[in-house]
Every structure is written in structure tokens, then in C-alpha cells.
């Protein structure tokens, strides 16, 4: 999800709620105590420099269990760091505190925002050798030519 979808949708909604992969609910006292833009830049495993850049939400839970951020409060702070970072209408990586800090990517089901999960991958698999994936296939899906039948013995 784009920084210019999120903003969209929170006009639309009066209250804000986040979704884990597993389908538990982030507290909904959290707070969004970060709003950034992360630059990577990296050579990838076949020698190519590459630049990836996100706009990172943070995420918390405080223990204040009255708090509540409301959407035109994260509109704000987002604007605020459009402003003020010059952050561009980037795709949105979301942290949050599992056994570890986890990065999650966001879209939105009409109702939560769902952090999905993320994978790592190789950006070079035409360079650095590794072979290609073999084309998986359904054994059901196989013509069946010079098969034996069940009780012709040729088995």
C-alpha cells in the first residue's frame, strides 16, 4: 500500500485497528511512534548497486490504555512528514514488536489495515547462479500415454 492510498482511507474511517498476519488485532491502544523514509542502498548478490526506498511506520503499545490515535491524528502526522522529510508517496513497511522487531507490508480489507508478511528474495537469480525454479505440475494433469491399466500386469 501506497502513503497516498493509507491517507485516503483513513479519511473514511472513524476508528483504526491493525491486523497480524495470524488474525489477532494490534491493542487498540497503540501508538504510531514513527513515521520515516528508509533508503537502502545495497549491491545485490550479481554485483548490481540497487536503491529501495519505504515510508516506515512504527508501531507501539503503550501502557496507557486510555489512548486511542485516531485517523485524522495519523493524517496529520503523515502530512507533517511529507513536509518535513520530504517524504514521496512511497509503498509503507510497518514495524511492530513481536519477538522481535518484524516488518510487516499493509493493505486494508475494508474494515483493518492487515500487515502482511514479507519475504526476503534473491534480486539477481539471472547472475549469480542460481538455477531456475522447476515448473511445478499436477500429476492429474499429466497426459496419460504408455501408461499401463491397473490390471494389465505391466506393473
Given at each position: 500500500?501506497?502513503?497516498s492510498e493509507i491517507?485516503?482511507?483513513l479519511k473514511t474511517l472513524e476508528t483504526i485497528a491493525f491486523q497480524l498476519p495470524n488474525g489477532t488485532l494490534v491493542p487498540n491502544h497503540f501508538h504510531v511512534t514513527e513515521v520515516g523514509k528508509i533508503t537502502k542502498n545495497f549491491i545485490?548478490?550479481?554485483g548490481t548497486v540497487r536503491k529501495e526506498e519505504v515510508v516506515n511506520f512504527q508501531l507501539?503499545?503503550?501502557d496507557d490504555y486510555d489512548h486511542?490515535?485516531?485517523p485524522e491524528k495519523l493524517v496529520n502526522i503523515i502530512h507533517?512528514?511529507?513536509e518535513v522529510l520530504g517524504i514521496e508517496d512511497l509503498e509503507i513497511e510497518v514495524e511492530y514488536q513481536g519477538a522481535t522487531i518484524q516488518k510487516y507490508g499493509l493493505?486494508?480489507?475494508g474494515e483493518h489495515f492487515l500487515l502482511t508478511t514479507k519475504e526476503?528474495?534473491?534480486l539477481a537469480k539471472d547472475n549469480c547462479g542460481i538455477p531456475a525454479g522447476k515448473k511445478k505440475v499436477h500429476l492429474a494433469e499429466l497426459k496419460a500415454e504408455n501408461v499401463c491399466s491397473p490390471n494389465s500386469g505391466c506393473c
Open positions: 500500500m501506497k502513503l491517507k485516503s482511507i545485490d548478490c550479481g507501539w503499545n503503550a486511542r490515535l485516531h507533517l512528514s511529507e493493505d486494508f480489507n526476503t528474495d534473491c
